[in-house]
């Protein structure tokens, strides 16, 4: 067998790395190459034609060195300048970009994401800006528009409390009262497709019924326990299909809360893995970047990476 070629580290077939950070560093290796790709991707396609919004005309653009921090792009016909950050999450930020695309490759690239101390640690970045950086990328980024493309088809909904439990075994209303007191999670999920993860002010009524009729599409069957609340949804949608938990019944052929179950478990074991201790008001921010995750799965890495930048980039 030849020597392996260290220059060119080669993956196993089943590996499912398929955007090293080495190849992220090649890709944009400094602030002027993430600075092209916003221009390229925002205005010009192939980097020097664009449309002018002052000659109200197709020109040619020009980088011209200048003393500003960041460079912006000039008609040749009017002078008009174009700064591809205009807008976008970067705009006034005093981060560079470089190390704004370093820490959006981090957060698709790991599967249960990354905290802020460690990006402080990686990037060389005080602490606040690090999670400031998150923050923005979480909540502005990582949201999910809630019409139109609301969930279909088989969806099961289940809700959850978000943060430590019981210290000591509680009676039925004890245990309604201690979970009362902690944020409420509802998950909703399309079997074999997307979750909508949102935090909500309380585990009946409208908070409740009307989180699933925003995420949630009429033609749809929902299938969720016996939690009462669910109960008045029932003849907005195609079906309802329920498990009694309190019956001590958890599964009959396909009907069941398995995959939201399941999708809780891992995202509970995930956060409190990598961020400890999340407070209320920042919860739903964590939520998107689970969710998000979720819903670009099928995408590799590198297009994960993409897909980030590219919402950054509207
Ligand atoms: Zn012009």
Known sequence: MPPANRHEPRRAKSSTSDYS??????????????LE???????????EHAHCPRCDAQKVFKRYETKQQRQSWTCT???????????TIFHRSSTSLRLWFHAMYLMTSTRCGISAKQLERELGVHYKTAWRM???????????????????????????SWGGRPRKPQTRSE??????????????????GRVRLRVIAGRRGEPLSGAVRANVNPEAILITDDWRPYRP????????????????????GDIHTN????????????????????????????????AWRHNNRFHGQRSMFH????????
């Open 21 to 34: 950070v080495t190849e992220f560093l090649a890709e944009f290796p400094d602030d002027a190459a993430c």
């Open 37 to 47: 790709h916003l221009w390229r991707t925002r205005y010009s396609p192939d980097g």
């Open 77 to 87: 016909s009017c002078g008009h300048h174009v700064h591809p950050t205009a807008g």
């Open 134 to 160: 998150f923050n923005k990328i979480r909540n502005e980024l990582m949201t999910d528009g809630e019409f139109p493309r609301q969930l279909r088809g088989e969806v099961e909904v289940d809700e959850t």
């Open 175 to 192: 245990g309604v009262k201690f979970r009362e007191n902690k944020p409420t999670i509802l998950g909703m999920i399309e079997r074999g």
């Open 233 to 252: 949804l029932r003849p907005e949608y195609a079906g309802h299909r329920v498990i009694n938990h309190s019956a001590g019944s958890y599964v009959e």
């Open 259 to 290: 995959t939201i179950e399941g999708f809780f478990g891992n995202l509970k074991t995930g956060m409190r893995g990598t961020y400890k201790k999340v407070s209320r008001k920042w919860l739903q921010g964590y939520l998107n970047e689970y």
């Open 307 to 314: 897909a980030l930048v590219q919402e950054a980039a509207k």
